[in-house]
Structures are given as C-alpha cells and as structure tokens.
C-alpha cells in the first residue's frame, strides 16, 4: 500500500513539473506558423541558386494564450509583435514537372524556435531577430515537397522535436514545445511558390543576408516566398498499437 502511494505522489509531482498546459490531443492542431522562404539567389547575377532558409512565427499554440505569443502591449499580432519564431538551418532546393504540376523538394533541415520576449522584428526582412533570444526547441523537418497546379502549392512534412527546454510565459508559468506535442508536429503549407513578394515597384524584393549575425547565415542575396499553414499533434511517444500490446501481456 505504501508503495501505491509513493507511486501516486511521484506521478503527481512528475505531472506538475516542465509545463502547465495540457498535452495536445493526437491528431488536434498544436501550432500555425506563418513564414517566408529566402531562396538564395547571386546577389550580381539574380539568379538561383538552390540554397535557401526559413523564417516562421508562431500565432497560435495549444496550451499557450495567445497573448503570450506576442509582445506585451502588442497593438497588432503579426511578424513585428512576434516573440516566439523559428528559423530553418539552410537546406537545398530540387524541382521536377509532370505536364502542368511543378514539384518542388526541400532537403530535411532543423527549425530552431526561440523565444525573444523583449526583442521584434521591424518586419520581415530584419533575419537576425527571428534567430534571437532563448532557443528554446529543435523540430527536425524531414524532406518536404511541394506540388504546385495553377499558381497555388501544397506541401507536407513531418517530424519530432530533437531539443526541448522550459521557458517562462509572462504570468511566471511554465511552456515547453516538446511537452505540449510529444509526438512532433506533421505540418502542412500552403504557399505559391513561383511567386516572390515584390517592392512598391513590382519588382521582386531582394533581401541581403550576406552579412547576417545570426546562427544562420545564407552567404547570399535572397527572394522571399510566403507560406502559411497548420502543424499537427500526430502521435504520443508511447503510442502502442494492438499487436504491441498483445506481445507485451503475453509476456
């Protein structure tokens, strides 16, 4: 009996530390993320280049008030108020057609997710400041593809957290990524990736990381492309199936 009880309050204070959100249920939306790709061009040339990098924020978490997302006072929630953003390790780019249908793929990267409460971007260009504060989560992203009909494109990746630490919401509680999704996140995007976001001019806008001071440094001038799109809860580490089950009560 007393053993019982040792258990109980061991799973009791186990469950009270890391965070203080619950768990996203399996298959529930646990993230959106809103982002650019830089895709690297020759800064003399204007031509690609095959590199590119990412940078994401995030507007929603399951488990986090969505006032914590963004700077306190924040009179609008978009990239210039963000404080919890992500960005990829540099990956490459590969295409391939199949008659009106262009596939795009992306090596697997890393998304690093930090946590800057009192640093913003001035707006999307200004890289640094989505790399800057806490890191405070590694997502390995496996190969993504994109397919793109009509202007519009598709893709889908999935994969789990590989680092994961606490970090301290403004009302003092706990948040951690890979506690609120322990499964990882299967992402799915939205984006039109033949069109980069353009100047005043029309022009598209060229954005020079050459001299970047971040963890991640493109090495080149870049074009932006915008995507959108939400990241699933899609299991539980200690998801079992029937089979497993049945083995182990064998046994």
């Known amino acids: 009996m007393k053993k019982r009880i040792i258990g109980f309050m061991f799973g009791a204070l186990a469950s009270l ?7 996203v249920p399996v ?6 993320i809103i982002g650019r790709v830089f895709a690297a061009i020759g800064c003399s040339t204007g031509q690609p280049t095959g590199s590119f990098t990412a940078a994401i924020y995030l507007p929603y978490v399951a488990g986090i008030p969505a006032q914590f997302l963004f700077k306190d006072g924040a009179t609008v929630r978009n990239e210039t108020t963000a404080i919890l953003t992500g960005v990829f390790s540099i990956g490459s780019i ?3 057609t199949n008659f009106n249908i262009t596939n795009t793929f992306l090596s697997p990267v890393k998304v690093n997710y930090y946590y800057h409460p009192d640093v913003t971007a001035k707006d999307w260009t200004n890289f640094d400041a989505f790399q800057s504060g806490t890191l ?12 793109t009909v009509n202007g519009v494109s598709f893709g889908l990746t999935t994969g789990p957290f590989t680092y994961s630490r606490d970090f301290v919401l403004p009302d003092g509680t706990l948040a951690n990524l890979q506690t609120l999704m322990p499964g990882g996140i299967t992402i799915s995007t939205f984006s039109a990736l033949g069109t980069f976001v353009t100047t005043s001019g029309g022009q598209p806008q060229v954005v020079n990381l050459t001299t970047g001071a971040g963890p991640v440094v493109l090495g080149s001038c870049a074009v932006m492309i915008p995507f959108s799109g939400p990241g699933f809860n899609p299991a539980t580490p200690h998801h079992r199936n029937e089979d497993e ?7």
């Open 17 to 23: 530390t890391g965070v203080n959100a619950q768990i």
């Open 27 to 32: 298959g529930a939306v646990g993230q959106d």
């Open 94 to 96: 590969a295409q391939s």
């Open 136 to 147: 405070v989560a590694t997502y390995q992203v496996q190969s993504d593809m994109f397919s």
């Open 245 to 251: 089950d049945k083995v182990v009560e064998a046994r």
